[in-house]
């Protein structure tokens, strides 16, 4: 059976999570990370010191995003375009998606870890940032209903589950309708709604 390793309330283990749900796997999560640390095993196969990791069989892959390549690759190759013109336009946005979270980080320590919201300015800032990278994602999703193109797909889930963050925090948002309707889109798929129902901690 698949192991994700990583504490829940990781973005970047949401994503595997939301990913191996569109896979359609058996999985098991086990914590790892955060407070709960390391334990010399998991060092042995990840000495990033990071989480999350996979186990799939003889498989081990640290890095979210190869993580997510590497499970549609293997499991749901449908969710992940083979014309390569195609993938590499998802690819972009799954890669992008680093920028973004620089941009977020302070907005989400801010709010969710620190009890603050969008009247202080460091969050302000951030949030100032995540508007404008947004607004990209916004224009692109104009011209197409995913970020993976005409149909859901794994460049979908990395934005996606930053944008579920953005969407809930206490901060000024301008409007982006393309954002808001592809979030609907997303909030149809049953991987989303078990990541969306982790609370922010
Ligand atoms: N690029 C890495 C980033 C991984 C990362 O920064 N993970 C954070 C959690 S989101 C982490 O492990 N922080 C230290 C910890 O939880 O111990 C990936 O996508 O897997």
């Known amino acids: 059976m698949l192991i994700i390793w990583g504490r829940i309330n990781s973005h970047n283990v949401k994503k595997v999570v939301w990913g191996a749900h569109e896979c359609g796997l058996d999985f098991e999560r086990r914590d790892m990370g955060g407070s709960f640390g390391y334990t010399p095993d ?7 010191r990071l989480v999350p ?15 997510l390549r590497y499970l549609f ?22 890669d992008w998606q680093f920028l973004y979270a620089d941009a977020q980080r ?22 100032a ?3 404008a990278l947004m607004a990209m994602v916004d224009a692109q999703l104009a011209r197409q209903p995913f970020l993976s ?3 859901f797909g794994v460049a979908d889930i990395p934005m996606g ?3 579920h963050t953005w969407l809930s ?3 000024e948002r301008p409007a982006l309708p393309h954002v808001e309707m592809w979030m609907e889109r997303l909030r149809t798929r049953p991987g989303f709604q078990a990541i969306a129902a982790v609370p922010f901690t």
């Open 42 to 48: 998991y060092l042995a196969k990840n000495p990033n």
């Open 53 to 67: 990791m996979i186990d799939d069989g003889s498989v081990t892959v640290w890095e979210s995003n190869a993580i």
């Open 73 to 94: 690759a293997a499991h749901a190759p449908q969710l992940w375009p083979a014309d390569p013109a195609i993938r590499a336009q998802g690819d972009q946005w799954m």
């Open 106 to 127: 302070d907005a989400f320590l801010g709010c969710v870890r620190g009890g603050k919201d969008g009247s202080d300015p460091v969050v302000a800032k951030s949030a």
């Open 129 to 131: 940032a995540c508007a």
């Open 149 to 151: 193109g005409e149909s």
């Open 161 to 163: 589950t930053y944008a």
């Open 169 to 171: 925090l206490p901060i």
